[in-house]
């Protein structure tokens, strides 16, 4: 039960190789599979994690055998956020980069084409942001996390006026 299969550093090499495997396939995906997750994204990533278990053990089914697999995933996972945090550089290659969808009213059709993204997903977008029409977006941008951020055209300022009470101690 807890003895291992196989040598624990083969276990390490072997996790090591599919996280990073599976990290760029995400990245290829884009950012909108990774902010937007269909029913059918998390059967592929439930797939995924099913297919290299054995990838990452190998013949090992030992306690012993996953405990290390699932600490090596969460020191790798520990290094790359404190990597993508000390390097703008880094953190550019791991995440990505931003995408303007519509500018100045205007789609940018090309980064929308690049991205996946359907006019009606992002007029979607717009509707959830209070936009109406895309006349009235001066910005909508992919984030790297694959949300949809709407710059609205021509903000209004809403100022009300607040009663202030003065309290009195007696």
Known sequence: MFALGIPAVHIVIRT????????????????????????????????????????????????????????????????VSRVRLRSRRWETLLEGTPTVLIQNGQLVLPNLQKEGIEQSELEMAMREHGVDSMNDVKLAVLEVDGSISIVPAATKVLRTRRLVRQFRTH
């Open 16 to 79: 090591a190789l599919v996280y990073l495997a599976v990290y760029i396939g995400l990245r290829l995906t884009g950012k909108r599979e990774l902010g937007q997750m269909t029913v059918f994204d998390l059967v592929v990533i439930i797939l995924i994690a099913n297919a290299v278990q054995n990838a990452m053990v190998g013949p090992d089914t030992s306690i012993t055998g996953g405990i290390i697999a699932a600490f090596v995933l969460l020191a790798i996972n520990a290094v």
